[in-house]
């Protein structure tokens, strides 16, 4: 039984020492903190700078990116990473972009789910034309219409996702607080 573990770890370690290791090509190490050439190209790709993809523009990319981790630096030694305001404002940017990534992939998931037909948009139309909210042809509102009539479709789905959460879930509110009482 030992000769199988001391052979299984043998085999571990020529596994791992087989592999060259990947080796980080720094590009600048500002203190004690490094960005690699490939952290420099993915950001540098994401800017607007690239779309000048020069020497002279990749330099000035540099020089911001280094100053940003040169004010970054500084804001930490001073403790603004812990500042209270700081700390709720990153907890509601959090929350907003998790909750923007919810809503979007749930859209997305519901978009596939339904279709507008013709009858419903020339009935919407008719709906519309009697109530006098729309002068134009049919064929020249046709397109606004199914658009429309999608996005309530989608916000009418979004909602009864939200009102299935909802009834799944254990809510209690005091309303004596909610109205100001102690």
């Given at each position: 039984m030992k000769r199988y573990l001391i052979l299984a770890i043998l085999l571990v370690f020529a596994t791992a020492c087989g592999r060259p290791a990947e080796k980080k090509v720094i590009l600048v190490k500002i203190n004690n903190y490094e960005i690699t050439k490939e952290e420099f190209e993915e950001q540098f790709k994401e800017s607007a700078s690239a779309k000048n993809d020069t020497l002279q523009a990749r330099k000035e990319?540099?020089?911001?990116?280094?100053?940003?981790?040169?004010?970054?630096?500084?804001?930490?030694?001073?403790?603004l990473d812990k500042d209270k305001s700081f700390l709720k404002m990153v907890q509601r940017f959090w929350e907003q972009s998790l909750l923007k990534l919810a809503l979007d992939r749930k859209t997305r998931q519901i978009a596939g789910t339904f279709s507008v037909s013709d009858k419903t948009i020339e009935e919407t139309y008719n709906k519309l034309r009697s109530e006098g909210k729309v002068e134009k042809p049919y064929h020249e509102t046709y397109k606004q219409i199914k658009w429309e009539i999608t996005?309530?479709?989608e916000a009418n789905m979004l909602g009864s996702w939200i009102d299935e959460l909802r009834k799944k879930s254990d809510i209690k509110i005091n309303y004596d607080l909610l109205q100001g009482k102690k």
């Open positions: 990319f540099l020089d911001n990116l280094i100053n940003r981790v040169l004010v970054l630096q500084d804001s930490e030694k001073k403790g996005k309530l479709k």
